[in-house]
Every structure is written in C-alpha cells, then in structure tokens.
C-alpha cells in the first residue's frame, strides 16, 4: 500500500483525532500525566478502529440497472435507472459514482441511502445519457465509498458488474425508389405490399389451350364475351437482398493507415469513418425495403450472415429479417459491428489465426457474458460459409448459390473500396436480381471508377461516395435507371 492510499484510509476527521491523540502521548511524555497517556491511546485507536471494521465489514448490495429505451439510435438520449438495494441494514451512509466511458462525460455521483427510498426499501437514481457515435458502451460498475457512523474512516468498494448500453446507427429518410419485385409466373413484377389470400388476389386472362375447364370463370366470361379463365398468383412478400462489405481491407485509409479510432468511444471498435457512413447507409437502406414491405436477406461479402461477427447481435444466425422487428434486430446488430481482417490471417496481437465470423476475445469481453460469447463455429449457419480456399476471396461462388436460391429481387450492396478483381467477381450477382444497386464508399471519387465501370457493364446502378456525400442523393439516383451514374452525387472531392 502506498502513501496515498493510507493517507485515504482516513478523513480529515480522523486525521484530526491522531493528530490529537499524538499531542496527548507527547503531553503525557512530558508531564508525566496518566490520563493524557490513556486520553492519547483512545484517541488513536479510535480512528484505527474504524478503519479496520470497514475492511472486514463488507457491504452486500444488489444493483440493477436498467435502459430506456433498450436499444437506443445515436443522438437520441436514453434514460438510465439505477436500483441499488442490500439485504441488510446499513447505517454508514455512502457517496457512490457511476462508472461511465470518456465518451459520456463526468460520472454521475448519488448519496446513498436515497433520500426517499422505494416501497421495498431500494435506493434508484435515473440518470440520461447521449452518443453521437454507435457501439456498445459498458456501464458501470458503482464505485461506493462508504465511511463509518463517526466519519473517521472511509474505503472503496465496487458494487455489481458493467451493462452494455447498445447504440445503433440511425436510419436516414431516404427518397422513393422503385427497386423492382419478385417476378410473378408470367414475368410481371409484382407490387412490394404485404396482402393475405382473399378473392381480390384473383385475377383473370384469355383462355388459353390446355387450360382446364374448371378454372373458367363464367361472370367475366359474360362481360368480355370470349372464355376468361382464373389466374391465382400466389401471395408472397417481396423479397430483397442487402449486402455490407466489412473488410478491413476496403474501408482503411490505406497501406500502413491506421483505422479512424476514437480514444474517447470506450467501446473498441475497429473501424473508420467511410465504414462508419457505410453502416449508415445499410440500416437506412434496411428501414426502406423493410417499410416497403420486403422481406430482407443481409449478407456479408462471403455471404454470411451479415451480423455474425457483431457481439450486439440478437441472433448470429440470423439472415432473413421482416419488419419493424426485422429493422429493430438489423439496427442492433449494426450497433457493433466492427471491421474485419481477411479471413484466417494471422493476428499480431494473439499470434493465432482469426477465423471467419469471430470477434477478438479482448474486445467486449465483460459485455458477452451479459450478451453471450458467439463462437466461431455458431457465425454462420450450416451450409452458409463458402470452403475455405473460396472463404479467401469475397464475393465467391457462395454468394452465387445464396442469390440462386431465392426468389428474384432487388439486391443493394453497400461497398468500400473494391479492386478490379472484386467487382468482376460480383458483377455477375445482378443476373440473380430485378434491379442491382451498389454504394461505393471510398476516401477518393477517383478510386472507385475502375469497379463502377465493371459494375456499370454488368448492368449494376452503381454510384461512388465518400464520407461527406449525401445519402439521400445517393438513393436518389437508384430512381431512375436511364444511365448509369459515374461520380458522387454528393460534395465534390478534394485534391
């Protein structure tokens, strides 16, 4: 123990009685008086008693803390309520301090026991607080120092454990967009709106050879004057396709860059600022397909789960979402989602090889034993994970065989900053698409024309972006589909 933590020890108060029970022992040394030699001794072993008894007295108290709402977007305040009760009485009175991350400011401090405690005896503070960036922000523990009935003596205790406070990115409003819908059994687009079996879904056309006679329909047969038969187009959501690229690789600054961090976050984050804007235009680009009635499959560029590797995630299984629940899980598992290293390349920092899907242990680790640990072997679902030689290369023959599958739909990509290589390999994926758009996120206009002119060939509407243009432009751009955009519709790049 060094100095300064004995000097803690005790208060200002105590130090007042040793101080006076020194004088005493000196007076009696002096004088030769018995009773300043006692007066001296208790007035030392007062202060020391104390001290001792709150070391081997330890507080129990049960914490409970919760958020509202659970899961809040950036910039939106969320209101803290922190319960603190113990199962039995305490007289010490305490001033506790909540533990909060850099980001958030001064830590709250309360006085425990509350002035006016609840029914069940528990003290509760509410508190808010505000992030402009997302992530997963761990909160507390409490920090209480409590001292004995004469004030002599004080010592620290940590109360509870940290809570994870989840901010995801907030959607932006993005412009009406026709993006196409599954095609029906003749090759007619169908209309993005969610509906139930009823007879308005019957339609009807000319009879044709072969058709059966029961499937005439005789009314309107009559009003046309020529055979009209019943077509039953089955009732199906429309289904979507949205894909995030988090390479590492795509979104830094450069070779021997370093990422954008912010020493201030409190939430380890590998990321940067062209992610950042990516991830904001896949949650809009979500809250859009998903509020016009699409059913939305997130895929990454291996064409895996979108949110496998993202502690906050609900479920790291998960793919298919529909919606308000659909957007609210997407949101959330957009709150950490971090960059990522190619896949099986070695860690500097673990010197073992990081395998797809996982998240470095370091990171998050008090928050996944709230959350739950995700495993690298429960990051995709069985079948979904291309081989290992294909796991290397992004955009392989797996996200082929995932498109193949479903039915035919709009596909967006949100991209960084792909080589010529990687859009050759995706400029196929709109064969499997009524309408294929890409975002390119790029520091650089200049560095995403050789994949915009592969894209642009394949027939994708692709646009390039940086971290300054404006999302809601961008879209606009997927509206019309006359030519192919070449340049950001957003602020013109610097030099």
Known sequence: MDFASAARLLTARGWGLVAAGAAALLTAHIMGRRDALILGLF????????????????????????????????????????????????????????????????????????????????????????????????IGPVTAEFTDLFGLSRRLHTLGATDPLVVSPAPQELPAAS????????????????????????????????????????????????????????VTSPSATLLLDSRQSCFAGGLGTPLWTDPAAGNGLSTSESFEWAVTASVSAAAFLLDNGYSLHLLDAYARPGLGRSPSTPDPLQCDFSGAAGLQDIAEGLAAL??????????????????????????????????????????????????????RRAFGSGLADTLAQRRRGPL???????????????????????????????????????ALAVLHAAGWQAVAATPESDLARCWAAFASAAQPVTSSPGREDRP
């Open 43 to 138: 007035l030392l072993a007062l202060p020391l008693l104390s001290a001792l008894a709150l070391r081997l007295v330890k507080p129990v108290f049960l914490v409970e803390r919760t958020f509202s709402p659970a899961t809040v977007e950036t910039g939106v305040p969320a209101r803290v309520m922190l319960s603190l009760r113990t199962p039995r009485p305490v007289r010490q009175s305490a001033s506790m301090r909540e533990g909060l991350p850099l980001r958030f400011g001064q830590s709250p401090v309360f006085r425990f026991p509350a002035r006016f405690p609840d029914a069940d005896g528990a003290s509760t503070y509410e508190y808010q607080l505000r992030s402009a960036r997302r992530g997963m922000f761990p």
């Open 179 to 234: 993006l196409g819908g599954p095609r029906g059994t003749e090759g007619s687009v169908s209309n993005p709106r969610r509906g139930s079996p009823s007879e308005d879904d019957v339609s009807t056309r000319e009879y044709r050879a072969g058709d059966p006679m029961r499937r005439v329909h005789w009314a309107a047969t009559a009003r046309h004057g020529e055979l009209m038969v019943r077509q039953e187009e089955p």
């Open 338 to 391: 971090e960059l990522e290293a190619r896949p099986f390349e070695r860690q500097a920092d673990t010197g073992k090889a990081a395998v797809p899907g996982s998240v470095p242990a370091a990171r998050f680790r008090g928050i996944r034993a709230v959350r739950g640990a995700h495993s690298a072997g429960t990051a995709s679902p069985k079948g979904a994970d291309p081989s290992p030689a294909e796991n």
């Open 412 to 450: 967006v990509a949100v991209l960084g900053r792909l080589t010529a290589d990687d859009a050759a390999r995706l400029a196929p994926a709109a064969d499997y698409a009524t309408l294929a758009c890409a975002i390119l996120v790029t520091d650089r206009l200049q560095e995403a024309g050789p």
